[in-house]
């Protein structure tokens, strides 16, 4: 199916069901619109079970400066619990051991003088109850680090907060039960600087005890036993 006459590459070699030729600089080249209540499966449904090695659907779009390859909106009041503004779900038993699959697989690589490129942005705002810009429920996260295998997070470089002085690790309610280090520095000439437990005990991984005092801005340590 054409809508003009300005393509004439011969088409009857290739796979296509249906072609659309258009020049059009404005509006849609294609539509589809429906008015009903609908409830179905999908007013716009893709079905290739036999496909292997290749894409379902593409879009390319090498022209494009400041608009979108695909657009998703919905401005309606009708959203209810588990509205999905998109849904990817990938299931079944691979035939196959040891592969790898992506549910999402997003790639910015854009090059240029004094550019900056950003893989993901999410954001959430408006809930009266909470605003989650993301939730990742199972698996492991890695920043810097392709195979997070140890650790629910792992980050392959330093962290830090955006700002001196002005963040905490944990609270008063929530803390870590062990943190483990090759060296800790502390400096700050304001700050006071808390170690120890509730009984004002600091022990040494290597057995034994140091008792240890603050008494006039004196710091005293002194072998006790264990």
């Not at 608009?67 to 691979?94: D, R």
């Not at 549910?103 to 942005?121: D, E, M, P, Q, R």
Request: overall charge negative; hydrophobic content about 30%; charged content about 5%.
């Amino acid at each position: 199916n054409r809508n003009n006459g300005t393509d004439t590459t011969d088409h009857a070699t290739e796979n296509y069901i249906v072609i659309v030729d258009n020049t059009s600089t404005t509006g849609a080249v294609l539509g589809i619109t429906n008015t009903g209540g609908y409830t179905g499966t999908g007013i716009f449904n893709l079905t290739s079970n036999s496909a292997t090695t290749g894409t379902l659907a593409a879009i390319t779009g090498n022209g494009l400066s400041t608009g979108s390859l695909l657009s998703l909106t919905s401005a309606g009041t009708a959203g209810l619990t588990n509205q999905k503004g998109l849904n990817i779900a990938l299931s079944g038993t691979n035939g196959t051991s040891a592969q790898t699959t992506y549910g999402a697989f997003i790639s910015n690589t854009h090059a240029g003088t004094t550019s900056t490129n950003v893989g993901l942005y999410a954001t959430a705002s408006g809930g009266t109850t909470a605003n989650y810009a993301a939730i990742f429920d199972q698996g492991n996260v890695g920043i810097g680090q392709t195979t997070p295998n140890t650790f629910k997070l792992e980050v392959g470089g330093n962290i830090g907060p955006e700002a001196d002085n002005t963040r905490a690790i944990g609270s008063t309610g929530k803390r870590y039960a062990d943190l483990f280090a090759s060296n800790i520095n502390v400096t700050g000439s304001t700050a006071a600087t808390n170690i120890g437990n509730s009984t004002g005990v600091l022990t040494l991984a290597s057995g034994g005890a140091s008792g240890w005092t603050n008494t006039a801005g004196n710091l005293g340590i002194s072998t006790v036993t264990s």
